[in-house]
């Protein structure tokens, strides 16, 4: 892929900006010519004494003189209703006149006075005699800031909305052949299966069906597919804020008023095999507005994205999003029950007042008057009636609880509760509630961001399963949508469920609990052809969507080679929990396939260690005498993965100020340390080690100059044990903005009085300056000390920048963005340090110039959306394709402390998109120690090295992997002992006593 030149443009980007800026220039005149009325005005312009200026740029594009007079008189005098009065000059109508010199249109042309009610109003000259010189006109884009760089090999190095346009057309008639498919149907799962599709439903299932002439074939050899993936909460596709937050009870309003299709979620939600979607109001208040279900159709009009013939639905709220709104009754949890009870009883009055008056109407013989209609009693009564379906936002199990007994008093049998992170600890009284159960629809591993989030566990889905209920899981977010199916695969390893049962919480459950499970939901004759197609089985975080079809049509195909495929083994039970305790600290680990990540895989070795040392490895290697044994048949061995960025230990629960300890106030705090600051029994510590991660750089993050990073085990009684290499590298914050345009500088205009903040460039400037005053502070420290004398001035801060300034430790900077990246390399190189650059959302855009500056990378989450509309929807996933192809070295960092336990499910997602999965694997152990300068001591199986181990039923990097065994500096640990799988047994044995 190529890399943009700074201030240059790709040709792709640069062809979509112009057929936009000619499409909303046109716009006018396809109105004119399609005889719809429509008027002109000058809202969204800077400045409306350009409006002539503009109005003359729509009728260059093919709006007539005559049109764009009417749309400027009578076509708004009539959408207003006051044609009888304005909108021409006609005896009679109010003396409201303009007077120009010319004709409208015309180059020159101005307006000289102007008459409002019958006084004249003389205009005053313009200043220049050139329309055009005016930065408030919507210029035509140049060609020349165009750079025609070379497709890459997906098609295009920018995403336009033609390149998102499939390349298959099937007009809802098409032959997938040979495909496995899961049907999440009785039939279970079909191997070597076509599906014949017709007219947008799903005609035939079976080996070698035939179709009729013209039928489009795809051909699915290797490839898996699945039922279209069901979101039950989103709030995509809305124009505007999705919160009618004024007053507690909205429940008139409507989702399907404010629809779009335009938005880019749809698109690259359809990447992510997502066909539907629930889409609900906010959360702002208890009883919200009206939700919508709609179908991925990207650049669809607003009126074709619902979801045909489903049931209404209505978003309630409980808890902390409704209560924090002080200004508003209710501020409890107890007034928020009061609401939802008072609402429904007014309901219920209003209801029984329409059925007397049926009742009356029915009987009488003259006419009788209605009721006063509600509309948002007519909703509320729709829920008792249960003609609207209720879904709650809520996370406690003491509001859960609440709502449940609520509504089950007003009768209501039909509920969906949403995110509900606590369910689990109601899991008997949800499965009990109504028809056929509430249904719960949550994330997959998602907690502590917020108190409420404290008690999340990601086995809230395996015990409602196992309650008897039906969970769900959902993305609340534009970005998570993408990747619903990697959350599903989570649930293999959080509670053991099946490979089917996983799926079905993305396709069968959302179905289910929307009502709309006779149409879509699984894959059998007669339902809708939503389908997604993926290079391997969905459960395998190795996979990716390259085909997803809506009623039989195309909405989604990825460009290029297929890749693939990549199965998933059946789960297999192996043994678990802490390694027996050795009294002299020796254990050998045997019968095991050995990753030493440095070197070839041992198939059948042994791993020998002693005193937190490992001193030997091999397959020849046998246990010596008296060391503890680990028997590891049918197991893995790996080193522990390193986090090369998070917040562990410092920060606990977000949200709530008292639980943060990362961020210090002040710009710059370089002697600040993160070693003395970690907390050993944080809880968030063992939920990381879970997933395999022993090591981690805690470090601090507010300000310019933040303070030092400490790498961690994750594992210890004090923070001295914790940070086993304190002062690690120290932290700059590449500031926001840096090396982007400053637009208003260029059209010289002053910054306002109250900006007091410095620009980015000022603070790029002041570090510039603090590392000179380092260097100067040393040298004269050194000075002094020769001398046998002491500095008479000891700065802490410029004490701590010393190693840094000297190139004796590494300085990490943070930037994200292209241009900040930017300027992060000229500030390395300016400063002399040795840099590590952090974040690197966009790195894969700049991947040649970090290569050509030498700097690592430690990355962000993969779990962003793309930064920009042009962006190819997989940009993200493929920037450590990227970086490697450069020849860039980098690792992975969570970037946070509850995200932690994410970190190898990164690595696996770059796998989807094309990096080499032992590449992937180096990401998150050696490679990260490399780029900290700590690979003498971990990111590898090797003699001399420490012993931080992980035995692992798979591939580390899967989300269905269970991590069995870990060693740090080894030392065995119990991964199976923290929060959440205390919680998980505490409330399996509250089941087993029902």
């Not at 396809?30 to 004494?49: E, K, M, N, V, Y």
């Not at 829920?383 to 406690?396: A, F, K, P, Q």
């Not at 039970?573 to 019968?591: C, K, L």
């Amino acid at each position: 892929m190529p890399t943009a030149t700074p201030g240059s443009e790709p040709a792709g980007r640069f062809n979509e900006r112009l057929r936009l800026w000619r499409e909303r220039v046109g716009t006018a005149a396809t109105l004119a010519a399609s005889g719809h009325p429509f008027a002109i005005t000058t809202r969204g312009q800077r400045d409306a004494g350009q409006f002539l200026a503009n109005l003359r740029l729509a009728m260059d594009a093919g709006l007539s003189h005559d049109a764009a007079l009417r749309a400027l008189t009578l076509g708004p005098a009539g959408i207003l209703g006051v044609d009888r009065q304005l909108g021409s000059l006609e005896a009679g109508k109010i003396g409201n006149v303009a007077l120009l010199d010319g004709r409208l249109g015309e180059a020159n042309t101005r307006v000289r006075w102007v008459v409002v009610d019958g006084v004249p109003y003389q205009q005053a000259p313009a200043e220049t005699d050139d329309p055009d010189d005016d930065d408030d006109q919507p210029d035509e884009p140049e060609a020349e800031t165009a750079n025609a760089e070379p497709a890459d090999d997906d098609g295009v190095r920018v995403e336009t909305d033609a390149s998102r346009v499939p390349a298959t057309r099937t007009g809802g008639d098409v032959l997938i052949r040979n495909a496995t498919v899961l049907t999440m149907a009785q039939p279970g799962v079909l191997e070597q299966t076509d599906i014949l599709v017709q007219d947008g439903l799903i005609a035939e299932l079976g080996r070698g069906l035939g179709a009729p002439d013209g039928t489009v074939v795809v051909d699915a050899t290797g490839a898996w597919v699945m039922p279209g993936i069901i979101d039950d909460h989103s709030h995509m596709a809305v124009d505007g804020g999705i919160n009618e937050g004024t007053l507690s009870i909205t429940a008139q309003v409507r989702i399907e008023d404010v629809l779009r299709g335009d938005d880019l979620t749809l698109y690259r939600a359809a990447a992510g095999g997502v066909t539907t979607a629930n889409v609900l109001h906010g959360s702002a208040n208890t009883i919200g507005g009206q939700r919508a279900i709609i179908q991925m159709k990207y650049g669809v009009p607003a009126t074709e994205l619902q979801f045909d013939d489903y049931p209404r639905g209505i978003k309630f709220a409980l808890g902390e999003n409704v209560t924090r709104r002080r200004n508003r009754f209710p501020n409890t949890r107890m007034g928020q029950e009061a609401v939802i009870r008072r609402a429904l009883t007014e309901a219920q009055v209003y209801q029984a007042q329409w059925e007397e008056y049926e009742a009356e109407s029915r009987q009488a013989d003259r006419r009788v008057a209605p009721p006063r209609r509600d509309l948002r009693l007519e909703t509320l009564a729709g829920i008792l009636s249960g003609e609207i379906l209720v879904h709650s936002h809520g996370y406690n199990a003491d509001e859960l609880f609440m709502l449940l007994q609520t509504l089950e008093a007003f009768g209501v049998r039909e509920l969906t509760l949403e995110h509900a992170l606590e369910a689990y600890k109601i899991a008997p009284e949800i499965v009990a509630f109504g028809n056929r159960g509430a249904f719960v629809s949550t994330f997959a591993d998602n907690w502590a961001y917020k108190i409420e989030a404290y008690d999340a566990i990601p086995y809230n889905v395996a015990l409602i399963t196992e309650a008897g209920g039906r969970a769900i899981l959902n993305s609340d977010s534009g970005e998570r949508v993408r990747r619903l199916y990697v959350d599903a695969a989570k649930m293999v390893r959080f509670g053991g469920l099946s490979y089917r049962q996983a799926l079905e919480t993305i396709t069968l459950n959302p179905a289910m609990a929307l009502q709309i499970d006779e149409y879509v939901g699984s894959i059998e004759v007669g339902k809708r052809a939503d389908l997604a197609l993926f290079n391997g089985h969905p459960l395998n975080i190795y996979s990716r969507v390259f085909m997803t079809l809506i009623d039989g049509e195309v909405v989604f195909e990825r460009r290029g080679d297929r890749g693939g495929p990549f199965p998933l083994a059946p789960k297999r039970t192996t043994p678990s929990g802490p390694a027996p305790r050795d009294a002299n600290n020796r254990y050998a680990i045997v019968n095991a396939e050995i990753h030493p990540v440095s070197g070839p895989a041992i198939p059948h070795g042994t791993l020998v260690f002693e005193d937190g040392r490992i001193t030997a490895i091999g397959a020849d290697v046998t246990a010596p005498a008296g060391a503890t044994v680990v028997d590891a048949e049918g197991m893995r061995v790996y080193p522990g993965l390193i986090d090369g960025g998070t917040t562990l230990g410092l920060n606990e629960i977000g949200g709530i100020a008292v639980t943060q300890d990362s961020a210090e106030s002040g710009v710059i705090q370089p002697d600040l340390r993160a070693a003395v600051a970690v907390k050993p029994d944080s809880e968030l510590i063992p939920v990381a080690r879970f997933t395999g991660i022993t090591s981690a750089v805690s470090a601090p993050t507010g300000g310019l100059v933040p303070g030092q990073a400490a790498l961690i085990q994750l594992a210890g009684w004090t923070p001295a044990e914790l940070a086993y290499v304190d002062r690690l590298a120290l932290q700059i914050n590449i500031p926001n903005g840096a090396g982007a345009l400053d637009i208003g500088a260029l059209l010289g205009q002053d910054r306002g009085s109250d900006d007091d903040a410095p620009t980015a460039d000022e603070q790029i400037e002041r570090l510039r300056e603090l590392f000179t005053e380092a260097r100067t502070y040393a040298d004269q420290r050194d000075q002094v000390a020769q001398a046998g004398q002491r500095l008479a001035s000891y700065d802490p801060a410029l004490e701590a920048l010393v190693p840094y300034a000297r190139r004796e430790k590494p300085v990490i900077l943070s930037a994200n963005s292209a241009a900040a990246i930017l300027v992060a390399i000229d500030l390395a190189a300016e400063l002399d340090v040795r840099a590590i650059l952090r974040g690197g959302q966009e790195a894969w855009r700049v991947a040649d110039e970090i290569a050509d500056a030498g700097l690592p990378v430690l990355l962000s989450p993969l779990t962003r959306s793309p930064s920009d509309r042009y962006d190819p929807y997989d940009s993200v996933y493929r920037s450590p394709l990227r970086l490697h192809e450069a020849g860039v070295l980098f690792g992975f960092q969570s970037n946070s402390g509850s995200g932690s336990r994410q970190l190898p499910f990164h690595a696996g997602m770059a796998v989807a998109f094309g990096l080499p999965p032992e590449v992937a694997l180096r990401s998150v152990t050696l490679s990260t120690a490399e780029i900290l300068g700590v690979d003498d001591q971990v990111g590898s199986l090797e003699v001399g090295k420490r012993a931080d181990v992980i035995i692992t039923d798979g591939d580390p990097l899967q989300a269905v992997t269970n991590v069995q065994y870990m060693f740090i500096n080894g030392q065995p640990v119990d991964v199976d002992d923290n929060k959440h799988t205390r919680l998980y047994r505490q409330y399996q044995q509250r089941l087993g006593q029902q």
